[in-house]
C-alpha cells in the first residue's frame, strides 16, 4: 500500500496527521500538487510538483495509484476513478468512498453544480472542524491497521 494525496486543496492540519501516521507506519505517502509545497524530511514522505493544469494532479494520481492504495482526496470524480481502479479514497474530513457511496456522491456533486450555475448561491463546505480532524484520523488509522494486518 502507498498512500496518495491530493494536496493542492488538502488542508494543512490533514497533512500533518498524514506525515506522523508515514512515519508511525513507515508507508510511502506522497503528495502531488502544481504548487511548491513544504515537506518534512523523510525517507516516506514524497512530494511530486505536477504543471499547473485543470485536473493535472488527479490525472498523475489516478495514473500512478495501484490495487489497494489510499488516495486522500475531497476531489469526488477524482474518488470515483481511484475507487473504480480498486483503491481505497478517503476525504479529509473522515469519509470513506466506496463502490457503494461513490456514484450518490457524484450525483450530488453534478446537481449542485447545476444550481450554481443557473445562479443559485449554494455556499460552500465549512472549514474542517475538530470532529472532522478526529474521524480523519480514526479511518485513517483503522486503513492502516487494516493494512498491516
Known amino acids: 500500500m502507498q498512500i496518495w494525496v491530493d494536496a ?3 488542508p ?3 497533512k500533518d496527521i498524514l506525515f506522523r501516521a508515514a ?3 513507515q508507508i510511502t505517502t506522497t503528495l502531488l500538487a502544481n504548487h511548491h509545497l513544504r515537506i ?4 516516506v514522505i514524497k512530494f511530486v510538483q505536477v504543471s499547473a493544469g485543470f485536473d493535472v494532479a488527479d490525472n498523475e494520481i489516478v495514473k500512478r495509484a495501484n490495487m489497494g492504495d489510499l488516495v486522500i482526496t475531497a476531489d469526488i470524480p477524482l474518488a470515483a476513478e481511484v475507487v473504480e481502479k480498486g483503491c481505497l479514497a478517503l476525504n479529509p474530513r473522515g469519509e470513506l468512498y466506496t463502490e457503494s457511496n461513490i456514484r450518490a456522491r457524484l ?3 453534478d446537481f449542485m453544480d447545476t444550481l450554481r450555475s443557473s ?3 449554494t455556499g460552500g463546505a465549512p ?3 475538530q470532529a472532522d480532524r478526529q ?3 480514526n479511518n485513517l488509522d483503522k486503513l492502516l491497521a487494516k493494512h498491516k494486518k
Open 119 to 121: 445562479g443559485i448561491q
Open 107 to 109: 450525483n450530488m456533486r
Open 8 to 10: 493542492d486543496a488538502c
Open 135 to 137: 474521524d480523519f484520523a
Open 40 to 43: 518534512p524530511p523523510s525517507k
Open 127 to 129: 472549514p474542517i472542524s
Open 23 to 25: 512515519e508511525r507506519t
Open 12 to 14: 494543512v492540519v490533514i
